[in-house]
């Protein structure tokens, strides 16, 4: 088995939307941030994750479920129809593994079936539920099973997500897995202003009546701007949540779709802001996690923000390998968006070729 530990793959991405909300506060403004001193535009990491994972789903993965609600999904998997007594055995599998009903538990398909076939293989439920060790047995087993069954490589490219995403369960640490991929907060790499449209809307049965004025007033905040996103992806993590090197390089080839096409889905109905990659500097690096601060902010002059930010960030990067020296430790690098000849998919198999010869 190739040696990963340490060797991540960077993406420094840039990427233009014009007017749009991509992500929200909690009174409906677009996400902010001071950087540099001034105000920049954000989408936080948790909103761009997240729709990178329903992008796996886009490309065929079975992604993983965040859930309250275990006992149902393994309900659903069972042969059958549940008794009372299989239900009450069941909530209490569930219990064991999720102590408080109020947060959610990030489970695969592999898993849910696995506990599935527990539960369908107690011959006497009746007599399983009256025991008073019972709680204490499960809480002995449940962690164990799953932490057998695991993340069988990529069978379907099931659990694929929390591979990439980490999980953590704080009454069952054997059970927790360390994300092997890290995202920052998208920000503008200049300041931003937003702005209000005001619209109104005629309601249509009163047009033609005496009533005068419009049926709705509203106002939809919006702001646009060049977005620098920084995501790491270690290696050595992703492997060692894969139980091996196998499959290692068909899930980069999909992370890596999914980071290209996943956009935030907020208000794309009102300003349909589907903009995909500008620009984008890769990075095959042993070493440190570099991103950029983008503490100044460029300046369009009346040009644009997309050229200054890539020449800012190719100075960055450019900067940071000479600082670091040995210690940068390069392996490969490719650029998007220099020339059309190289597309998503000649990135993917760039990335893929070093990686299986790494």
Known sequence: MQDYRGVR?????????PVTCLN??????????VVGGVERGRVSSQCWKRQVRLALRDLDVHIAVRTRKIADMIEERCCGVCSEEKKEY???????????KDTLFFISE??????????DGV???????????????????????????????LTDLDGLDIALFGRMVAN????????????????????????VDYFTA????????????????????????????????????????????????????????ALFIAVPAAKQTTFTGYCPWDYAHILIRKGQPLSISFDKPVQSKGEGYLEPSRIAMENAILRNE????????????????????????????SICDVIGRS
């Open 9 to 17: 793959i960077e993406f420094h991405i840039l990427q233009s939307f």
């Open 24 to 33: 929200r506060d909690d009174v409906g403004s677009p996400k902010t941030a």
């Open 90 to 100: 069941i909530a209490r599998m569930a219990s064991a593994i999720q102590k408080s």
């Open 110 to 119: 592999n898993e849910l079936k696995t506990l599935a076939e527990y539960a």
């Open 123 to 153: 011959v006497d439920y009746q007599t399983e539920i009256k025991k008073k060790t019972l709680d204490k047995d499960l809480e002995k087993a449940m962690p164990k099973l799953l932490k057998e069954c695991g993340i069988k490589g």
């Open 172 to 195: 069952a640490t054997e059970l927790n897995v360390t994300a092997a991929s890290s995202f920052s907060h998208a920000i503008t790499t200049h300041r931003i202003s937003s702005a």
């Open 202 to 257: 005629v309601d249509d049965y009163i047009s033609e009546s005496t009533e005068t004025g419009a049926g709705h007033i509203g106002a939809n905040e919006f702001s646009s701007g060049t977005y620098y996103r920084y995501i790491s992806l270690d290696l050595g993590i992703l492997a060692n949540n894969l139980h091996g090197t196998e499959d290692l390089t068909k899930a980069v080839d999909i992370f890596t779709r």
């Open 322 to 349: 000479k600082l670091f020296g040995s210690m940068y430790g390069l392996i490969a690098e490719f650029k998007y968006g220099d020339v059309e000849e190289f597309g998503i998919d000649q990135l993917c198999k």
